[in-house]
């Protein structure tokens, strides 16, 4: 497609629920991250995936988060018994494979709003 | 760690005034920095980046100077109007040595209104 693109675009769930959410990179972009955007802590990173591996998942706030990433595209975010402190919005980005230095742009989605009651 | 600091905000403005939203940031590499900014109800947008040390991204008005020696990259733009009114996110992108790694490490986020 055009540019990442996200689904759901919101999620309402219940306490103690799994959620699974989407992110499907912009084609040929072989780096994919995620972030998560919340009032009280601003914009952090999450997990980056460079094809199909994750070598940096420093960001996972908890063992409830995991995510995986298939065929080096799409990508879904797993949170299991969700919590309330879990509500934000979870943002996906993708970057073409990095090579040199700050030469790589991330191009974002529009994001999952997430909301845990 | 990386850090960024930027003016929390909210800043209010009159449509055609002067914007300076400052940012400075920390980190232990040779980091590129960015400027992101967040239209009501959008995604994430790339503003402008900059590289390396001195260089000046620019775009639709916006000009921002990576300065090493004072490690800022502050945002400026003569001229506001009503549609540059947005969240604008400083954002740094740290790849230390054998790294392949650019995740971004961003600021609070500043609140723009312009009023006309």
């Known amino acids: 497609g055009a540019g990442v693109s996200q689904s759901p675009s919101n999620k309402v769930t219940e306490k103690g629920k799994d959620v699974e959410l989407r992110c499907d990179p912009i084609?040929?972009?072989?780096?994919l991250y995620w972030y998560r955007q919340s009032l009280g802590q601003g914009l952090e990173f999450l997990i980056y995936f460079q094809g199909n591996s994750a070598p940096d998942k420093s960001g996972l706030p908890s063992d409830r988060f995991s995510a995986e990433r298939t065929g080096g595209s799409v990508s879904t975010l797993t949170i299991q018994r969700t919590q309330q402190e879990d509500s934000a919005v979870y943002l996906c980005?993708?970057?073409?494979?990095?090579?040199?230095?700050?030469?790589?742009?991330?191009?974002f989605g529009p994001g999952t709003r997430l909301l845990v009651l | 760690g990386d850090s960024v600091t930027q003016m929390e905000g909210p800043v209010t403005l009159s449509e055609e005034a002067f914007l300076t939203i400052n940012c400075t940031y920390t980190a232990t590499g040779y980091p590129s920095l960015f400027w992101y900014v967040q239209y009501p109800g959008e995604g994430l947008q790339l503003l402008l980046k900059a590289t390396k040390a001195d260089d000046k991204g620019s775009n639709k008005g916006f000009e921002a100077t990576y300065r090493k020696e004072t490690t800022s990259f502050h945002l400026e733009k003569g001229s506001v109007q009503v549609s540059d009114s947005a969240v604008y996110f400083c954002a740094l992108s740290d790849l230390t040595s054998g790294g392949s790694n650019y995740k971004l490490t961003f600021g609070k986020g500043t609140l723009l209104t312009v009023n006309p």
């Open positions: 084609s040929g972009h072989t780096a």
């Open positions: 980005a993708s970057s073409s494979s990095p090579r040199g230095r700050g030469l790589e742009t991330q191009y």
